[in-house]
């Protein structure tokens, strides 16, 4: 037979300084003699008081296999002035033999059909899968797969994340499969990883299109792990027709990022139509307030001002990446989606599906134990509420409205004695919601928030229509359809 043991003989022993695991495990008294038994511990598992992370936050089968240093660990060798990724990769020397898309190659299958378990971490209230969390997910991805490409020796961070957008919605709850390759190196200390999300079909059987949820692209840089400096990578050589295709279109990307610089507002002035534009605007602000003149500010136009949708919270270790001292950048892209999906729900009074995440930049490290800040704003939405030729848009089905609002997180860290501040990134998501609504900027400022986002909207449509038919592309703009994620 069984026994097990109360909490008063769990206490008896303990003061005996019985071992912890014994306390916690059935055992078995032997019948040999009616008064007197003796025991027998079974050989079963410890259990533990918590349970044990080998990840960041992320699916288990996302590990890559490195050995995880406690937090308390690695908060003393901070405190004695070492730098832990440097000793990591200080003794492993770089290797740059070029590399094929194959030896980067990676896949894993999240098993949210079978295991309801594990969907309490993707599922929401709502019944949708978290998109925040998948994200999470494939930054984790990208950081196994970048480092089956570049070796050890270096370190890597996320500089990078291009236009997402569902190619096609789940309508169920199912097993899915992540999968990536390095799809683009030139051989200097940038590097191009895609990922892909798909329904998971049997072992062996590859994906169909129809399966596909998402495809997104990262960037990652390689740094020394002592200067951290940009240093040089293996370079990517293809083998196929299909491989080199791929290989072309990423080397044409990191073309038109670099032009992209050179056009962006920071560098020039709106051109003639945005100025115009920002003029049509600006006295049809000034007609809502003029006391002389019929026209009010309807109900549905709301200041940009306020719009916005702050936080902030203390970094804590738990979400910390492989060199242990920063933070996971999956775990701060998936704050700011969020935030951003709250931003639009309390804009418009109303559920938001997502439609895109346009390309965003990581521009500084989150450290362990920083304050972040995130600050999401609702920037433009289409219809707008003027076109360039100064008409009033108006909805295809009044009767239905659709209104998509592109949502702009601003994101800077602070120590926690605030004494100096940095910029850490901005993400730029787009949503739908059945409501007709309208934004106004009033300042300068806002001006060109307005005008940032309705060219990256713009410039979405137009690779929209490439990637698309007419009939999808509808769908996908309008949010008319079922789509578990959210």
């Known amino acids: 037979m069984y026994v097990f043991l109360s909490m008063t003989h769990c206490l008896g022993m303990a003061g005996r300084r019985v071992p912890i695991r014994r306390l916690t495990l059935p055992f078995e008294v032997s019948n040999k003699s009616a008064t007197v038994g003796y025991v027998r511990f079974l050989p079963r598992r410890c259990i533990h008081g918590t349970a044990p992370r080998h990840t960041d936050g992320v699916f288990r089968g996302l590990s890559d296999n490195r050995l995880p240093m406690p937090w308390i660990e690695a908060w003393r060798l901070q405190q004695e002035g070492k730098d832990l990724a440097s000793d990591e990769a200080r003794s492993q020397e770089r290797d740059l033999t070029p590399k094929k898309m194959s030896d980067s190659y990676h896949r894993v299958v999240l098993p949210l059909g079978r295991d309801p378990w594990l969907s309490d971490t993707y599922i929401n209230s709502s019944g949708h899968i978290r998109l925040g969390t998948i994200f999470m997910d494939l930054d984790a991805l990208s950081g196994i797969i970048v480092?089956?490409?570049?070796?050890?020796?270096?370190?890597?961070?996320?500089?990078?994340?291009?236009?997402?957008?569902?190619?096609?919605?789940?309508?169920?709850?199912?097993?899915?499969?992540?999968?990536?390759?390095?799809?683009?190196?030139?051989?200097?200390?940038?590097?191009?990883?895609?990922?892909?999300?798909?329904?998971?079909?049997?072992?062996?059987?590859?994906?169909?299109?129809?399966?596909?949820?998402?495809?997104?692209?990262?960037?990652?840089?390689?740094?020394?792990p002592t200067t951290k400096k940009p240093v040089n990578i293996p370079r990517l050589i293809y083998s196929t027709p299909e491989e080199e295709k791929i290989f072309k279109a990423g080397e044409a990307k990191a073309l038109a990022k670099k032009k992209n610089l050179k056009t962006s507002l920071l560098e020039t002035e709106p051109n003639d139509p945005e100025s115009a534009l920002i003029h049509k605007i600006w006295l049809r602000q000034l007609a809502y307030h003029d006391p002389n003149n019929a026209l009010r500010q309807p109900a549905n136009v709301i200041a940009m001002s306020r719009t916005q949708l702050s936080t902030a919270s203390i970094m804590q270790p738990q979400y910390r990446n492989r060199h242990q001292t920063m933070i996971f950048g999956g775990f701060h892209l998936k704050q700011t989606f969020e935030l951003a999906f709250c931003c639009a729900a309390s804009f418009a009074h109303a559920r938001p599906t997502f439609i895109s995440a346009d390309p965003c930049t990581f521009r500084n490290p989150v450290p362990v134990g920083s304050v972040l800040y995130l600050t999401a704003?609702?920037?433009?939405?289409?219809?707008?509420?003027?076109?360039?030729?100064?008409?009033?848009?108006?909805?295809?089905?009044?009767?239905?409205?659709?209104?998509?609002?592109?949502?702009?997180?601003?994101?800077?860290?602070?120590?926690?004695?605030?004494?100096?501040?940095?910029?850490?990134?901005?993400?730029?998501?787009?949503?739908?919601?059945?409501k007709d609504v309208k934004v106004l900027p009033h300042t300068y400022q806002e001006y060109m928030m307005y005008i940032d986002a309705r060219r990256r909207v713009r410039l979405g449509d137009v690779q929209d229509r490439l990637d698309?038919?007419?009939?999808?592309?509808?769908?996908?703009?309008?949010?008319?359809?079922?789509?578990?994620?959210?």
């Open 147 to 224: 480092y089956k490409h570049t070796g050890p020796g270096v370190t890597t961070v996320t500089a990078a994340l291009d236009r997402i957008t569902i190619a096609h919605p789940l309508t169920e709850i199912c097993d899915l499969e992540y999968s990536g390759q390095v799809t683009y190196a030139s051989g200097r200390s940038s590097v191009e990883i895609t990922c892909k999300v798909a329904r998971a079909r049997d072992e062996g059987e590859p994906s169909k299109p129809e399966d596909v949820l998402l495809t997104c692209t990262f960037t990652m840089v390689a740094l020394d």
């Open 377 to 434: 704003t609702i920037v433009y939405t289409d219809p707008p509420i003027l076109e360039e030729d100064g008409s009033e848009p108006k909805q295809k089905d009044p009767k239905n409205p659709m209104t998509r609002l592109h949502v702009r997180v601003d994101s800077k860290v602070r120590d926690v004695e605030h004494g100096n501040a940095k910029p850490t990134g901005q993400f730029n998501y787009t949503f739908a919601v059945p």
């Open 468 to 486: 698309h038919t007419d009939s999808e592309l509808q769908k996908l703009q309008s949010g008319d359809n079922i789509n578990l994620t959210e």
